[in-house]
């Protein structure tokens, strides 16, 4: 079935770049999501970009696509603290309607 | 803003007890969705609902219920709760593809 993959976690120092990595296995995604939690909160979208697209630029958050490795990235420019949080990657699915999560990477941003 | 609202932030309850997380959106969404949330998983989709008195089983509906009997509110139902449902459970309703989601209820079975 689809699957959706993220490393678990991220260390980073404020004002470095980071570099959030996602792996997918449906072709027909559709969408492609970046969502972010902070502690206790729900979910946020941060942004998300079409399959047709290659890269989608916002701010400091930059997504590229690579379909044909089926690879999608969130890079966050000049990092602070307050990014500090459980990003999630998914993907909607144009077969089931449903979107697929992979299972969040943590992000710790040290001063 | 789209609000989804969840009945409550923290719930404890015993193992075989009945427990309702009620959920409640104010965009007039069709699609709602409930997930639960365990470290290292991810999000996995329990039920989700396309229209009042609809609902289909997502990934790990078992030991599970819902119900919607309106557009705006979907009740997730654990009738004889087991600690193996201790979780954090979020809701969310959706408007095309794009999911909105609220607080999430963390849930403690003892």
């Known amino acids: 079935g689809e699957d959706v993959e993220q490393s678990l976690f991220l260390s980073v120092r404020e004002g470095d770049s980071s570099v959030i990595n996602c792996t997918y296995t449906?072709?027909?995604?559709?969408?492609l999501y970046w969502y972010k939690q902070e502690p206790g909160a729900g979910l946020q979208l941060l942004t998300y970009?079409?399959?047709?697209?290659d890269m989608k630029q916002d701010q400091r958050l930059t997504v590229l696509l690579n379909k044909k490795d089926k690879h999608l990235s969130l890079r966050i420019a000049d990092t602070q603290t307050g990014d500090s949080a459980i990003y999630f990657c998914a993907g909607y699915s144009g077969n089931t309607g449903k979107l697929i999560f992979g299972q969040g990477t943590t992000l710790q941003v040290k001063p | 803003d789209v609000k989804v609202t969840q009945s409550s932030r923290y719930l404890v309850k015993r193992t075989g007890e009945k427990v309702f997380l009620e959920c409640v959106q104010d965009m007039d969404h069709e699609n709602m969705f409930w997930y639960r949330q365990d470290p290292g998983l991810g999000l996995r989709l329990i039920y989700f609902?396309?229209?009042?008195?609809?609902?289909e089983k997502g990934d790990i509906p078992e030991g599970y219920s819902v119900s919607r009997e309106k557009k705006e509110r979907f009740s997730l139902i654990l009738e004889s709760a087991s600690t193996n449902q201790t979780s954090m459970y979020l809701c969310?309703?959706?408007?095309?593809?794009?999911?909105?989601f609220g607080p999430g209820t963390r849930l403690t079975v003892l």
């Open positions: 969310a309703s959706s408007f095309d593809n794009e999911q909105f």
């Open positions: 970009i079409f399959s047709n697209m």
């Open positions: 609902s396309y229209d009042v008195k609809m609902k």
């Open positions: 449906d072709s027909s995604s559709t969408y």
